[in-house]
T-cell receptor
Framework: GAVVSQHPSRVICKSGTSVKIECRSLDFQATTMFWYRQFPKQSLMLMATSNEGSKATYEQGVEKDKFLINHASLTLSTLTVTSAHPEDSSFYIC?????????FGEGSWLTVV | ELKVEQNPLFLSMQEGKNYTIYCNYSTTSDRLYWYRQDPGKSLESLFVLLSNGAVKQEGRLMASLDTKARLSTLHITAAVHDLSATYFCAVGPIYNFNKFYFGSGTKLNVKP
């Protein structure tokens, strides 16, 4: 069946550097993908809607210059955390839909040291 | 912005007991989802409820949706330890089919 895959599953980076997380739809094309963030023991917060071929739409309070989203193809969206700080350490999850079915990626753990 | 409230936040129960988790949401929606999350893992889809009065059951879990009351419930029957996890409801607004807003989650601990 359809799968949404994220890479890397875990990443550690130094403060001030940038890190890129990929979200791929493996068996289907997704014109829209969504990025969520989850702090430990908290719920998932929608960060942005990634639109293929156009700019992402960010939720209120999410810094678009800090969380760069690119959706260059129908199967790939990337989230780049720029100038990462320890407070950006979190679990990032993407989702994509095929028809009425929503698929979530496996998630990516980001630790900024 | 659509708000989703879930309660209780924490639930500790003995095996064999029944309990219900509640999910209220603030705006019109025709879609409600329930997910399970184990520690350190992504989301596992449990139920998709797409109409008023929808009821779905899988094993010891049963979910229902009342769109008029903007309320969904997840009922646990005769809980077992394997059900220990965090459960989230998620609501999609009518104006955007694929966009979700999640409840705060209910951490369920079933004691043997």
């Amino acid at each position: 069946g359809a799968v949404v895959s994220q890479h890397p599953s875990r990443v550690i980076c130094k403060s001030g550097t940038s890190v890129k997380i990929e979200c791929r739809s493996l068996d289907f094309q997704a014109t829209t993908m969504f990025w969520y963030r989850q702090f430990p023991k908290q719920s998932l917060m929608l960060m942005a809607t990634s639109n293929e071929g156009s700019k992402a739409t960010y939720e209120q309070g999410v810094e678009k210059d800090k969380f760069l989203i690119n959706h260059a193809s129908l199967t790939l969206s990337t989230l780049t955390v720029t100038s990462a700080h320890p407070e950006d350490s979190s679990f990032y999850i993407c989702s994509a839909s095929e028809g009425p079915t929503i698929y979530f990626g496996e998630g990516s753990w980001l630790t900024v040291v | 912005e659509l708000k989703v409230e879930q309660n209780p936040l924490f639930l500790s129960m003995q095996e064999g007991k029944n309990y219900t988790i509640y999910c209220n949401y603030s705006t019109t929606s025709d879609r409600l989802y329930w997910y399970r999350q184990d520690p350190g893992k992504s989301l596992e889809s449990l139920f998709v409820l797409l109409s008023n009065g929808a009821v779905k059951q899988e094993g010891r879990l049963m979910a229902s949706l009342d769109t008029k009351a903007r309320l969904s419930t997840l009922h646990i029957t005769a809980a077992v330890h394997d059900l220990s996890a965090t459960y989230f409801c998620a609501v999609g607004p009518i104006y955007n089919f694929n966009k979700f807003y999640f409840g705060s989650g209910t951490k369920l601990n079933v004691k043997p």
